[in-house]
Nanobody, 123 residues
Framework: QVQLVESGGGLVQAGGSLRLSCACS????????MGWFRQAPGKEREFVSA????????SYGDSVKGRFTISRDNGKNTVSLEMNSLKPEDTAVYYC????????????????WGQGTLVTVSS
């Protein structure tokens, strides 16, 4: 059974940076399209970013383009999200996610979820 465990969340001031990591166990991550979603209080879950199995293709939500960068290390079974120029509206629980079905990142529909890590951006 695949498990995803996020780390790296915390409190940061607006304009600052954080790096989230997601460790994948139970299956080689190179077989999974992976990505991140987030959910702010009182809001629906929102797509943040996805990365193809090889890492060669990425996709970003409009609200994070140019500020966030997704990457993966298949040798370590990890995926990361580098978040720069953080804004208070980036405050949310961030979920690592994976798709066991081979899909394009533009059609990322995860069927595996982590427990989430909280990111709080203060103004």
């Amino acid at each position: 059974q695949v498990q995803l465990v996020e780390s790296g969340g915390g409190l940061v001031q607006a304009g600052g940076s954080l790096r989230l990591s997601c460790a994948c166990s139970g299956r080689t991550s190179s077989n999974l399209v992976m990505g991140w979603f987030r959910q702010a209080p009182g809001k629906e879950r929102e797509f943040v970013s996805a990365i193809s199995r090889s890492g060669g293709t990425t996709s970003y939500g409009d609200s994070v383009k140019g500020r966030f960068t997704i990457s993966r290390d298949n040798g370590k079974n990890t995926v990361s999200l580098e978040m720069n120029s953080l804004k208070p509206e980036d405050t949310a629980v961030y979920y690592c996610a994976a798709s066991s079905v081979s899909v394009a990142v533009a059609n990322f529909r995860p069927d595996i979820w982590g427990q989430g890590t909280l990111v709080t951006v203060s103004s």
